[in-house]
């Protein structure tokens, strides 16, 4: 029995069980983050921008009550 691998038994050991490649992975959690990022701030531009029409001369909850004049 030679102690070699046979070119098959590569072939096997290699489709056995497929590893994770770091190259492939660290690729992904970038794309994941800058994805992950970009939705923040989409949303923290529109928060702002929906923020932005609401001034209190336009809301009438904001507004000083009228003074009544019971006594």
Do not use: C, W
């Not at 056995?16 to 949303?43: F, H, L, Q, S, T």
């Amino acid at each position: 029995m030679s102690l070699r691998p046979s070119p098959r038994t590569e072939v096997r050991r290699s489709h056995y069980k497929v590893a994770v490649n770091a190259e492939e992975g660290r690729r992904r959690r970038k794309d994941n983050m800058v994805e992950i990022r970009k939705n923040r701030r989409e949303e923290s531009l529109q928060k702002k921008h929906r923020e932005g029409f609401r001034t209190p001369s336009n809301s009438p909850l904001l507004l000083p009550p009228l003074s009544s004049t019971r006594r």
